[in-house]
């Protein structure tokens, strides 16, 4: 046997309470192992339709165009914005973290012409905030995102849709963060297109992003559509908009996959389907309303039991993801120690940060399958037992009971 | 429950002997159903460099950057390309199939300056033809499909890399269709950049894409690097070359999350990962050679037991792949036909055609954990009885007679 060589996959069992990926549902494990069909077979296009179908409630729309893009997260956000944003085009975006960031850096490539709404990290925009940039900047397209993980912060969304429609502005929403946790209402925002991903609080693996796009949008798209020449009809006719800089991410390319012409491009990611497809069933299956209420129960309980401890919760609570919260080092406590020890003595796994807040806050997430009460209270009693071993001065026991006791208040008044 | 919802993942048994996706190797699949860790976790990078380590044996190369991309091999495609070729620049593409046609779509939507080496469908290139080609129009990459399953010929690549490096020219190729099944030879041909896929020879499922880079071509991508401002150090400088086109597909940055640095671009796809991985520990278990010895006993029988049915076989037999055959559909046989009744009766998929190629030849791929000689005889003793049952005066019993024959000739003559 040539060398080097390795042994099976046998990852050790960590609970994953950071910003993500997190534990899978072992049920999307499992519809993972089914074998694979022809990418063509009726089977398959049937799983690719029932897919669309059960992303359309996940999303909360009644969008046609709602499907996967095989690729993480970040490949739905590059589709998005390189579908949408022609060269030169004017976009706005609001930056107030890594993510926001990340959408004026792919712009850049795009050559569009780049307005932002700077905030600082933490801060949201007001919906007066938004529209007035809009008015100042008359962009052809607006773009944000949900939840920030870099910031654990969500962006309110509700009126922003109505806000760009008045005037004539397509929108762009990530909601990678905050899929499958939060209400993303595609359809009571009225925004245009919005991209997630299954590794947060869909409870799956990286490496598939769900994308919805409405009418208006996949029309703006179809606008810009070239089929590829290795597989264009004799009589096929081009868009008249710019062409879409990106042949993998060419979303009218993609559409055209997914509607009933199956107009072959990529060679769909079966397993990657065959989890996003059981992520939404689980989901499904337990209620938007239910799922929502649990989240915002390990939002409650976490932040309790934080705030219980003696230390403080960054950010604004009126404000704040309910899958992910940022808490603030303690002045004289090593935040990589701290980790190291939650992961090498309780095998759980709490977040870093980026930028302007790295090495200032710990980001510990309860998301998907692992938003849950007794993964909650383990995390805040393991972080007790380490930070007191670090010399922080914890009130021994008062995180845990605090989260508790928030933990079954939120889902009380949830009933 | 909310409508509408659909019952588990449940696809049929079927045998699939097109051109990919074929059947996965049962063990990918169990490796792929192991847990999440966290994407910094020490356990993950070690996976990550491990499957770095197994990659360079599959590739047959010493490249340190030998990794994977997350998306289909469509997507290791379009990241080699958009890192490789500036805009303005001059590539060479080699078109004799559909796959040399997407290079130089995804070269027009780079801005590239585009010239080709067009060939019929069927044909390879010489070297000597590859040689002029580069005399006359000075490329700065030049870039070919090694097996290009739509027309089921492997473009011979002996002595390409010194051609290219002779004259200055950066090289690409795509093997996704040959991984695993026939030599991809990196450092033999001394070409710069590879890429492939898993749902071909590979044995797995669609949806990661590995590639490998010289030294001498990551150079080239690390000139053009712009680390994207969320996680840039505040002492960073950026490389002198034109921007990378994509931030998803940036080589730069996808390099930078794969060396120590372990700079946080997109998160890795672990599942995809974890199968990747497992692809190349059950080859190299294998042995490349058996492996490629394997892969050739199919063929021949494959061909053989087409020829012995009285069909006549697509293409040069010098410069057949050795995973995917073309055979002419006869004169008066309905096509799709015989597809549904293969399908439908045997639960056999064979491959329709692309282009000029549609509807005039079937192609029947063995690759990876498909390519077995009990799988070529059902596949070929089904297709006697599908074609006699179509009204085809077939030789029955004949083809899977001669297809065991040459496949034990083969093997023998490997030993």
Redesign the interface.
Known sequence: ??E???G???????L?M?P?????HPRV???????????F?P??TE?MN?TM??YR?VFMTANRWTFLI??????GI?AAM?SLVEPGARILIVRA???G??L???A???GADIRTLDLEWGEVATPEAIEAAIVAHRPAVFACIHGDT?TTMAQPLEGVGEICRKHGVLSYVDATATLGGMAVDVDGWGVDVVTG?L?KCMGG???SSPITISDRAAEHIFRRRHV????RAADATDGIGA???????DLAMVMDYWSEKRL?????????L??A??CA?VM??E?LGTRFARHRAASAAVTAGLRAMGLNVFGQDAFRMTNVTGVWIPEGVNGDAVRARM?EDFEI?IGTA??PLAGRIWRIGAMGYNAMKHKVLHTIGALDTVLAGQGYAVRRGEGVDAALAAWNATLRDAA
Not at 20 to 24: A, D, K, L
Not at 70 to 75: C, E, L, Q, Y
Not at 228 to 231: Q, R, Y
């Open positions: 046997m040539p080097p060589f390795f099976q996959i046998d990852p050790p069992q960590r994953l950071g993500g990926p997190v534990n899978v494990l499992r519809a993972m192992s089914a074998d694979m069909l022809g990418q077979d089977e398959m799983y029932q179908a059960l409630q095989d690729g993480t997260a970040r490949a590059e390189v973290g890594r993510f960031l990340l004026s850096e792919i850049e490539r795009i870099s991903g590794q693996p990286p490496g590829e020449s290795g597989i062409r879409i800089g990106s042949n993998y991410f072959n491009h990529h060679t769909e990611a079966t397993t990657m065959y989890g497809r059981e069933r499904l299956e209620g992961r796994e980026f930028g």
